[in-house]
């Protein structure tokens, strides 16, 4: 008998061990790619002082969903506060205290915007520059003068604290873009954004802010690293939620956050209320894209 309890001790020692082990190396890895420095050298935008293309530039900022992240001030926010996922906080973006504004250069605003790297040269956490890559330099240069004009505010924000089941579904997954300057082909310069206007090609344009949640197909399913709780992204594409719909419906749906059928969206997970600003023609040109888009099933990603 103390010989099978010394071999369950034993076996029971092993397991601790190895737990112990594993949990230190996804934090070593993980830490490590949080941690590492890029030296990039970025792509020259001009940055306009003008009122209507600050003014323009809010749009932008408000239709991507910068606003909704960093608070209608630019003054950043706790974001998520989650055990499964840590405390995600978003960055003072204004040249108030501890904001990025007083120090940041033209270059740092497109390295950081576009590329996903800080000023430091370390990538940024959870900024969906993956998203914002594919910005025209117009629009680019457009919300980084708004950027810019916004008052300055005071911020004492705590740090970002990353938990140890998204560090491991980052790690193990690949699906989590918690670093997009991980993905991001720093080398190449950036496409050629299509001309505005109501066409499916300026809705795909418009559309890439749908990807994070929707996936690059549309097609929806549960969204990588989101807290546990948080329903499955809807399908998009012609096979999923927009059947029977009409371009009325979906500009009705995108500007009071009701459906056809009398849903009533929630836009702590789907942000109607920020993407029901879009102007009907880019609602127009998103709905011709999604609808030219090919039928998929829900989870396809």
């Not at 996903?116 to 240069?141: C, I, N, Q, R, T």
């Not at 699906?175 to 206007?197: R, T, Y």
């Not at 929630?266 to 039928?295: C, H, I």
Request: proline fraction near 7%.
């Amino acid at each position: 008998m103390k010989t099978v309890f010394r071999w369950v001790g034993i076996v029971f020692g092993v397991l601790v061990g190895l737990i112990i082990l594993t949990i230190g190396a996804i934090y070593f890895i993980t830490e490590s790619r949080i941690n590492k420095t890029y030296d990039i050298q970025v792509e020259t935008v001009a940055i306009p002082t003008d009122a209507a293309t600050i003014e323009y530039g809010k749009h932008v900022a408000t239709i991507r969903a910068c606003i909704e992240c960093h608070g209608e001030d630019l003054g950043g926010k706790i974001y998520i506060e989650d055990p499964a996922v840590g405390r995600l906080v978003t960055s003072n973006l204004t040249a108030g205290k501890n904001g990025s504004g007083s120090s940041y250069t033209d270059a740092d605003y497109v390295r950081a915007i576009r590329h996903g790297v800080g000023s430091d040269g370390k990538p940024l956490l959870l900024m969906p520059s993956l998203e914002f890559y594919y910005l025209s330099d117009a629009d680019l240069g457009a919300v980084i003068a708004y950027v810019k004009s916004v008052p300055p505010v005071d911020s004492d924000l705590p740090r970002n604290q990353v938990a140890l089941p998204l560090r491991a579904i980052y790690l193990f997954s690949g699906e989590v873009g918690m670093l997009s300057a991980e993905v991001i082909d720093h080398e190449s310069p950036p496409p050629i954004a299509p001309e505005a206007g109501v066409t499916d090609a300026y809705g795909e344009y418009l559309a890439v802010t749908c990807t994070g949640c929707h996936g690059k197909g549309l097609s929806g399913g549960p969204i990588p690293g989101a807290p546990p709780g948080w329903p499955e992204a809807l399908n998009l594409t012609p096979g999923g939620e927009l059947i029977g719909w009409s371009e009325p419906d979906f500009i009705a749906a995108m500007r009071t956050g009701v459906t056809p059928a009398g849903r009533q969206l929630r836009n702590e997970f789907m942000p109607w209320k920020v993407l029901g600003q879009m102007t009907d023609d880019e609602l127009r040109a998103l709905w011709l894209y999604l609808q030219s888009a090919p039928a998929k099933e829900q989870g396809n990603r």
